[in-house]
């Protein structure tokens, strides 16, 4: 597996350590939603002040579900199982698969925790926790991070339980290479989600590389 959409996985990956975003669009029927997308190990406060005006969505850290455990997160529709008032709230979304939601938060150093710069200290310490050899990952993270935060924390769950977002970004850093650490959000139109049609005007007016769910998979 060496192309997508007649990209080389070369091509992608350094577009993402230069810091450059992907779009990457779903499935019709499913969410139908494009993300805007960028390596974690990349991002600045111009990729967060990016994220912010030009996608509008939510911005959040991904990575996957093996590496979340190691610093001692869980799914929130795993932790609320085991609390009676919460289990009644765990419901499937329309689009028919559970959240990859684990935990907000920030990282000790930051002010707010909401500006831009705020929000990508937090990513880069969350990529540089994750990805460096650190002996107890779920102590260090303990000591440098709280909650709840400005930067929600998804796990993958893998593309044989979910074909999501959190799931098709992670498997793009895995083809190329990369750790499973990118940062995403839900680019948004007038009222509502952006469309394929807008989001594929966006990426070629920018010369960002456009992907879809189907060609991830299919590789």
Same mark, same amino acid.
């Given at each position: ?105 920030? =990282? ?24 460096? =050899? ?15 935060? =400005? ?69």
């Amino acid at each position: 597996m060496n192309d997508l959409s007649g990209l080389s996985l070369s091509n992608i990956k350094e577009r993402l350590l230069e810091g450059s975003p992907l779009i990457v669009y779903d499935f019709d029927g499913r969410e139908e939603e494009a993300d805007m997308v960028f390596y974690a190990g990349a991002v600045t406060w111009k990729s967060i002040n990016q994220l912010r005006k030009d996608a509008g969505g939510l911005i959040c850290y991904v990575t996957g579900k093996e590496e979340a455990r190691t610093i001692g997160l869980n799914f929130l529709t795993e932790e609320w199982k085991t609390h009676p008032i919460y289990q009644n709230l765990i419901k499937r979304p329309s689009y028919g698969d559970y959240p990859s939601f684990t935990m907000w938060v920030n =990282h000790v150093s930051v002010g707010t925790g909401i500006s831009d710069s705020d929000r990508a200290n937090t990513i880069r310490e969350l990529h540089n926790l994750l990805t460096d =050899h650190v002996q107890n990952k779920e102590e260090f993270f303990l000591r440098n991070f709280y909650a709840p935060g =400005h930067v929600p924390v998804l796990a993958s769950r893998g593309l044989n339980e979910r074909k999501g977002h959190t799931e098709l970004v992670s498997h793009i850093a895995e083809l190329v290479g990369l750790p499973r650490s990118m940062v995403i959000a839900e680019m948004l139109g007038d009222g509502k989600s952006l469309t394929r049609a807008k989001a594929k005007e966006y990426a070629s007016r920018n010369k960002v590389i456009f992907l879809e769910g189907k060609e991830i998979i299919e590789g």
